[in-house]
């Protein structure tokens, strides 16, 4: 198996690519380069983004996947096989293609690409700008026709529902789980400020509360001291109040209790007396 040159590789080329679409200025070191369709897509839109002459530039931003597709539809023929791969200028700003790398004899359609920014910024692309290298190679016997490419890639010449489906959604990508670590970082430094006004507010009014009890202590404690100051120097008057109090308590005793004597002596001479007069 070897690779075809230029010389050998125009003539086949001419034949291969679609009708109009081959330009002999593309021929580069034994490669010929294809250019972007009409049609690209990432998996953080709903649909898929048709390029026109008022819509010509696309954006894969870092993280992001997206789906490609030739302008050129190309016929490998049972003779051949094909290999495919980006441009250095784009695999070097972090431009990685993650599909297939070949292109197998009796392929015939568009070429779609399956790439992934692993870069740190956003790369541009343009409609209808060189960005995919093409190799074909002449196998050293021809194949029959059983063994030629017949699957459901052969005669594709847009971005499908299939496509979009395979790569639609949230990735965890490098720089989307960085971006969420700096979301992290901006919340925890947030929360963490609202927390430290937050004790200084609480030790505040712990100091507060602290200074009002010890100052309504000191209140107490004069107010206790005058206090039993006060009953001091009032003792002796105390002392004569409760002797008068106690003097006439037992004359009320004393009277109460000769009342009561005198109304049972009274009750005891009127018994005596009716029993007599029954006898």
Do not use: C
Not at 141 to 159: A, F, M, P, R, V
């Amino acid at each position: 198996m070897s690779f075809l040159t230029n010389k050998e590789l125009g003539p086949l080329l001419k034949k291969s690519i679609s009708e109009g679409k081959f330009k002999e200025e593309r021929l580069q070191n034994a490669s010929y380069e294809l250019t972007l369709g009409d049609e690209v897509y990432t998996n953080n839109d709903e649909t898929k983004t048709i390029l026109s002459s008022t819509n010509p530039q696309f954006e894969i931003r870092p993280g992001q996947f997206a789906v490609l597709i030739t302008n050129e539809e190309i016929s490998i023929t049972k003779k051949h096989i094909g290999f495919i791969s980006l441009k250095f200028g784009f695999k070097f700003r972090g431009l990685v293609n993650i599909s297939g790398f070949h292109v197998d004899p009796g392929f015939k359609g568009k070429l779609k690409f399956s790439v992934y920014n692993a870069g740190s910024q956003s790369i541009i692309l343009d409609r209808g700008a060189p960005y995919f290298v093409l190799w074909i190679s002449e196998l050293k016997s021809d194949l029959n026709e059983k063994n030629l490419y017949n699957g459901t890639h052969q005669g594709q010449n847009s971005i499908n529902a299939n496509d979009i489906m395979k790569i639609k959604g949230e990735i965890a990508s490098p720089n989307g789980l960085l971006e969420q670590i700096r979301a992290l970082e901006t919340r925890i430094e947030t929360e963490s400020e609202w927390r430290r006004w937050g004790l200084r507010i609480i030790i505040g009014l712990l100091i507060a509360l602290v200074v009002k009890m010890l100052w309504d202590w000191g209140d107490y404690k004069r107010g206790y001291s005058d206090a039993v100051q006060h009953i001091k120097s009032k003792n002796i008057e105390s002392t004569n109040l409760i002797e008068k109090i106690n003097e006439q308590t037992e004359k009320k005793v004393e009277k109460m209790f000769k009342v009561k004597m005198d109304s049972l002596n009274s009750v005891n001479s009127t018994f005596e007396n009716s029993k007599d007069s029954i006898n």
